[in-house]
C-alpha cells in the first residue's frame, strides 16, 4: 500500500530553474522526512518536519508541512547541476515501530 | 552522528543458492531494524521490521520464508534471501533505531544482489 504520493515522478529542468516537489497522504503522519538519494547509495536525511504548517529551510530548499500534517513540500530555488538526484519523501507509521513509509520518490535532473 | 554498515555491498550469487546480507549498528544500540528493497529506479519498499530477540513482523506480500531476518543482538540483523532466483535481484537497505536516539532513523549505505 502506497501511503505516500509524490509527484512529479520525474522532473528534467535546467540550471537556474526553480521546482516544487509534493507529497500527499490521506493519513495523517506524526513526521513527514525528506532524503535525497544517490544511485547505489542508501538515503540521506534531508530535514523532518514535524509540526503541521512548520516551514525549514536548507540553503536553496525549502521544505513545508501541511496544516493537517498530510502533505509537504520541497521547493528548490535556482536548482544546479549537484541538486540532481533521487528526492523521497517518508512517514513514519506509529503502529510499525516507527517504520519509515516512502513515497515513489522523483527523480531530479539538473542540466547545465 | 550514528552509523549503520551494511555487508557485503555488492553480491553476486547463482541461481537457487542463499546469500547473507548483514546490517551493523556501529556506534549504537539498534533497538529495531528495518529492511527495504529498492528496484532500480523505485522507491524503497518496506519488507519487515525486526526488533532485537524477537520475530521479525513481514510487510504483506514478502514471503517470510524466503526471505529470513535475524536480529539476534542489538547490533547486528541479517537478511538471508534464499534459494534466490533472478528476479530478487535488487538493492536492499536496511535502517535502524537507537536506544536513546529518539525516533531518528539511520540508514545503512545499501547492499546490491545480482542472481544470475
Known amino acids: 500500500t502506497q501511503l505516500l504520493e509524490q509527484s512529479p515522478q520525474f522532473l528534467s529542468i535546467q540550471e537556474g530553474e526553480n521546482l516544487t516537489v509534493y507529497c500527499n497522504s490521506s493519513?495523517?503522519?506524526?513526521?513527514l522526512q525528506w532524503y535525497r538519494q544517490e544511485p547505489g547509495e542508501g538515503p540521506v536525511l534531508l530535514v523532518t518536519?514535524?509540526?503541521?504548517?512548520e516551514v525549514k529551510k536548507l540553503k536553496r530548499l525549502t521544505f513545508q508541512f501541511g496544516d493537517a500534517r498530510k502533505d509537504s513540500s520541497l521547493h528548490i530555488t535556482a536548482a544546479q547541476p549537484g541538486d540532481t538526484g533521487l528526492y523521497l519523501c517518508?512517514?513514519?507509521?506509529?503502529?510499525?515501530?516507527?517504520?519509515?513509509?516512502f513515497g515513489k520518490g522523483t527523480s531530479l535532473l539538473v542540466t547545465p | 552522528g550514528a552509523v549503520v554498515s551494511q555487508h557485503p555491498s555488492r553480491v553476486i550469487c547463482k541461481s537457487g543458492t542463499s546469500v547473507k546480507i548483514e546490517c551493523r549498528s556501529l556506534?549504537?544500540?539498534?533497538?529495531?531494524m528495518f529492511w527495504y528493497r529498492q528496484f532500480p529506479k523505485q522507491s524503497l519498499m518496506l519488507m519487515a521490521t525486526?526488533?532485537?530477540?524477537?520475530?521479525?513482523?513481514?510487510e504483506q506480500g514478502v514471503e517470510k520464508d524466503k526471505f529470513l531476518i535475524n536480529h539476534a543482538s542489538l547490533t547486528l540483523s541479517t537478511l538471508t534471501v534464499t534459494s534466490a532466483h533472478p528476479e530478487d535481484s535488487s538493492f536492499y537497505i536496511c535502517?535502524?533505531?537507537?536506544?536513546?536516539?529518539?525516533?531518528?532513523?539511520?540508514f545503512g549505505e545499501g547492499s546490491w544482489l545480482t542472481v544470475v
Open positions: 535502517s535502524a533505531r537507537g536506544r536513546g536516539l529518539g525516533n531518528t532513523i539511520y
Open positions: 493519513s495523517v503522519f506524526s513526521s
Open positions: 518536519v514535524v509540526t503541521g504548517g
Open positions: 517518508a512517514g513514519v507509521v506509529w503502529d510499525s515501530g516507527y517504520a519509515l513509509n
Open positions: 556506534d549504537f544500540q539498534a533497538t529495531t
Open positions: 525486526s526488533n532485537e530477540g524477537s520475530k521479525a513482523t513481514y
